[in-house]
């Protein structure tokens, strides 16, 4: 279609910037298609501007958001602490506890073992809290970034046995089959292993077509499956030549 035939979206369909709740619509936009910087601006200027009330408490959760996304890790921390100062009784703390664990799983992709204790006291202290869950999932996360496969295939397990019904399930099994497969690794291999990670990978490719790490878990099976051949044409030429 010709784009003069589009309708011309009309200014009073545009959100007023010079009131808070239209700086913060605004801001949401501004996140949800990606435009991260922009998205933080406009929290910043609405935090600046109005000091205190409902929508200034959810722009702060919005910037810690969109600062973890840019990796503006710092930044974000401060912007936690400072909204627990400025707003201890807020309705919006529960929304800024996942937020941080946004923060949280951005150091757990680079293996620091300060988060890594951090993550442990977390789990340890309120064990069955509502991020206690997720939290433990990036446990095995970081001992898998820091190549701890054995370490990592624990933290998964205890996540599954421990919170059953986790949003995040998907995730841990797949790492567990990962870190199990991971872990056969060297000279001495263990068909046991693959065997273990085999089915569990399997378990997670059926009924989950969509799943976003499918393609790896596909590439991680066809190496166990060529390593078992290649077990097999062993044995059979070793017993091949005990024959002669």
């Known amino acids: 279609r010709d784009l ?15 009131t808070d709740t239209g700086l913060l619509q605004q801001a949401q936009v501004m996140y949800e298609v990606g435009n991260l ?13 109005f000091k205190t009330g409902e929508p200034v408490e959810q722009a702060y959760v919005l910037l810690v958001r969109t600062q973890a996304a840019l990796r503006q890790l710092k930044e974000a921390d401060r912007n936690v602490k400072l909204f627990g100062k400025r ?7 529960t929304r ?18 300060k988060t890594l204790r951090h993550l442990e006291a977390l789990v340890e202290a ?8 997720r939290a433990q999932l990036l446990v095995g996360h970081i001992h898998m970034r820091r190549r701890d ?17 986790s949003a995040f399930r998907l995730d841990a099994e797949f790492g567990k089959g990962k870190a199990t497969y991971l872990a056969n690794q060297g000279v001495m291999r263990d068909m046991g292993f693959y065997i273990e990670a085999e089915q569990i990978l399997r378990g997670v490719l059926e009924g989950n077509p969509d799943f976003a790490d499918r ?10 499956h060529d390593r078992q051949a290649e077990r097999q044409f062993r044995v059979g030429k070793y017993y091949e030549r005990r024959k002669r």
Request: hydrophobic share 30%; aromatic share 8%.
């Open 37 to 49: 910087k922009r998205g933080r601006d406009l929290c910043r200027t609405l935090i600046d501007r």
């Open 4 to 18: 003069h035939s589009f309708p011309k979206r009309r200014s009073s369909d545009l959100p007023d910037l010079s």
């Open 215 to 224: 393609a790896e878990a596909e590439r991680i099976l066809n190496d166990i």
């Open 149 to 165: 496969y054995i370490h990592a295939r624990d933290a998964y397990n205890t996540m599954l046995e421990a919170y059953p019904k």
């Open 87 to 93: 707003f201890p009784d807020s309705s919006y703390a």
């Open 96 to 113: 800024m506890d996942d937020a941080e664990m946004d923060i949280l799983e951005r150091r757990a992709r680079r293996g620091d073992r």
């Open 126 to 133: 309120n064990p069955y809290g509502p991020r206690a869950d």
